[in-house]
């Protein structure tokens, strides 16, 4: 089983700048990719950004492309997403995801495995 913990959500004003950890303990998954989604009330949920362990690959949504950076430090199990440049369309709850095995599709959230509970972030205009 994984464990992913999210943090670092918040509330900030439009242009400013949040960045959001994801931490996974338990088994961990080499070849899978982490993720990010997101989901805005009454809207469904988007994928964010992926980023593969094995191919250090970013993947990132037409949205959030160049204000949105990926990354991980495997050493600690963690991922994290800096977001620059926030607007008040991006307010939403924010979820980090692992994909258990290798699978070529990164932005689809049916394909991940496991679930963080997700963080808050708002921004205000």
């Known amino acids: 089983q994984v464990h992913l913990v999210e943090s670092g959500g918040g509330l900030v004003q439009a242009g400013g700048s949040l960045r959001l950890s994801c931490a996974a303990s338990?088994?961990?998954?080499?070849?899978?990719?982490m993720g990010w989604f997101r989901q805005a009330p009454g809207k469904e949920r988007e994928f964010v950004a992926a980023i593969r362990r094995s191919d250090v690959n970013t993947y990132y949504a037409d949205s959030v492309k160049g204000r949105f950076t990926i990354s991980r430090d495997n050493a600690k199990n963690t991922v994290y997403l800096q977001m620059n440049s926030l607007k008040p369309e991006d307010t939403a709850v924010y979820y980090c995801a692992a994909q258990s095995i290798y699978r070529v599709t990164v932005s689809t959230g049916d394909l991940y495995d496991y679930w963080g509970q997700g963080t808050q972030v708002t921004v205000s205009s």
């Open positions: 338990g088994r961990t998954f080499s070849s899978g990719a």
